[in-house]
C-alpha cells in the first residue's frame, strides 16, 4: 500500500475496479482545510481518463509493474504489433493502451509497462520526442512572419502537426508526443 505522497507521473494504481495510470498530478495546500492530491487517471483497460481528488495521507492500492524496451513492428486495424527488444517475443496491443499512436513510426523503441502480478501488458511509453518527415504541407508565404503563426503539416505517420511557416515537405521534425507539438527542424 502507497500513500499520496508516492503518486508520480506514470504510477499504475487500482481504484474503482479498474488498473488506472497516473497522467498528471498537483499537491494542493490550502490555507484552510487539509491538503489533497488533484490527478488526472487513464484507465490502461479502457483508455478513458478521469479526475480524481484523493485526501493527503489517503491509502492507494499500487500496482507493481515492470517496464521493458519494446520495438513497433507494424500496425493491423485496431492492433499494435510490438517485439520484446532483448528475447524477440511478440505482443499486441489495443491503440487505446498508447498514448500518442499518431506519433508511432515503424521501428520506433518504446516502453511497454507490465503488470508483474500476470504479465499483461498495461501501457506504452513513447519516448519524450520523435523525429518525423513532413510528407505534405502547404507552401509558407514570404513576409507572412510577423507572428509566430503556424500551419497544419501531415507527418509521415499520417499524423498532423502545427509547424512554423518556414517548414516545407521533406523536412524531419522533432515532434514532442507527450503534447503532439512542434520542437524544432532537423539539420542533417
Known sequence: MATTSDIRNGLCIRYNHDIFKVIEFLHVKPGKGPAFVRTKLKSVTSGKVIENTFSAGHK?????????????????????????????????????????????????VVTVIINSEDNMPLSVEMPPSVVLEVSHTEPGVKGNTATNATKPATVETGAEVMVPLFINEGDKIKVETEKGTYKERIKE
Do not use: C, W
Open 60 to 108: 492507494i492500492d499500487d500496482v507493481r509493474v515492470e517496464t521493458h524496451k519494446f520495438q513497433f513492428l507494424y500496425q493491423d486495424g485496431e492492433f499494435y504489433h510490438f517485439m520484446n527488444t532483448e528475447d524477440y517475443t511478440q505482443i499486441r496491443l489495443l491503440e487505446s493502451a498508447l498514448d500518442a499512436p499518431g506519433l508511432l513510426k515503424e521501428g520506433e
